[in-house]
């Protein structure tokens, strides 16, 4: 069993699929406070705050911890749940 710290039902539906049993919980972070000038930046700024946002409410003594974040990108322009 993992947690799945996403309120993302896009990834609970993969986790599903694939046969994984989770628990579905995840905290707020803020992903306003963030400045990168790359897709790949923001993801992994995003992803580690996530990740310890999650850790500090949850621990994960018992069961490992899912953490992701996603951006699309196009012309040059990068996107995440917000326009930056």
């Known amino acids: 069993m993992i947690r799945l710290a996403s309120s993302s039902?896009?990834?609970?539906m993969l986790l599903q699929n694939a046969g994984i049993a989770f628990m579905q919980e995840s905290v707020d972070f803020d992903e306003e406070k963030i400045i990168a000038s790359a897709p790949k930046n923001f993801v992994?700024?995003?992803?580690l705050g996530k990740y310890e946002a999650n850790i500090k409410a949850f621990g994960c003594d018992d069961m490992p911890l899912l953490v992701a974040d996603t951006v699309?990108?196009?012309?040059g322009k990068f996107y995440a749940k917000r326009v930056l």
């Not at 039902?9 to 609970?12: D, G, L």
């Not at 699309?72 to 012309?75: A, E, I, L, Y």
Request: proline letters at 0%.
């Open 9 to 12: 039902q896009t990834r609970s």
């Open 72 to 75: 699309v990108t196009s012309q």
């Open 44 to 47: 992994y700024q995003a992803t």
